[in-house]
C-alpha cells in the first residue's frame, strides 16, 4: 500500500510498490490527462509535479514517493485555466495535443523556480519532445505567462 496526496486528496494505492506513477494515475485513479509516450523517461508526455517538481511518472515507482504530493493536470488549477495553459492557447501552442498536458506541467514547474526565464533558460529547462514542432510558440507561451 503506498500513501498519496493526488490533486489534494489523499489517496491509498493497494498496488505493487514498483508500480510505476503513470499507471497508478491513468489505471487506478483515472487521471488520463497524464500521457505515456515512450515509457522510458525521455518524452515528457507523463510528466506531473511531485513535491513541487516536475517529474516524468513513467520512471517514478509509488514505493519510491510515499507520502509525496503530486499534482496532475487535472488539478493544476481548481477554478480556471492556470495561467500557462491560457498562455499555450493564446499563443496556439498545440497542435495534435497529445504533448502539451506534460508540457503545461513543466511550463508551470519552471515559472515557479524561475518567474521570468530567457530563450535560454526555458529551452534548456524544458526538455519534452513534440513530434509536431511546437518549440517557438512553446516559448512565446512561457514568457507570456511570466508577464
Ligand atoms: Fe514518460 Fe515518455 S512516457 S517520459
Known amino acids: ?11 491509498r494505492y493497494r498496488l505493487s510498490p514498483d508500480t510505476p506513477l503513470l499507471w497508478a494515475l491513468r489505471d487506478a485513479s483515472n487521471l488520463t490527462g497524464t500521457k505515456y ?36 493536470i487535472e488539478g493544476l488549477s481548481r477554478d480556471r485555466s492556470h495561467p ?8 496556439n501552442v498545440s497542435q495534435c495535443g497529445y504533448c502539451i498536458p506534460g508540457m503545461v506541467m513543466a511550463a ?6 524561475d518567474a521570468d526565464p530567457s530563450e535560454a533558460t526555458i529551452r534548456a529547462g524544458i526538455t519534452n519532445l513534440c513530434r509536431c514542432g511546437i518549440y517557438p510558440r512553446l516559448v512565446e507561451a512561457i514568457q507570456r505567462a511570466a508577464r
Open 108 to 113: 508551470a514547474a519552471l515559472l515557479r523556480h
Open 84 to 91: 500557462v495553459q491560457q498562455a499555450f492557447l493564446a499563443a
Open 37 to 72: 509516450g515512450c515509457g522510458t523517461g525521455d518524452c515528457g508526455a507523463c510528466t506531473v509535479d511531485i513535491d513541487g517538481r516536475a517529474r516524468r511518472s513513467c520512471q517514478v515507482p509509488i514505493g519510491a514517493i510515499e507520502g509525496s504530493v503530486v499534482t496532475t
Open 1 to 11: 500500500m503506498t500513501s498519496l496526496t493526488v490533486n489534494n486528496q489523499p489517496i
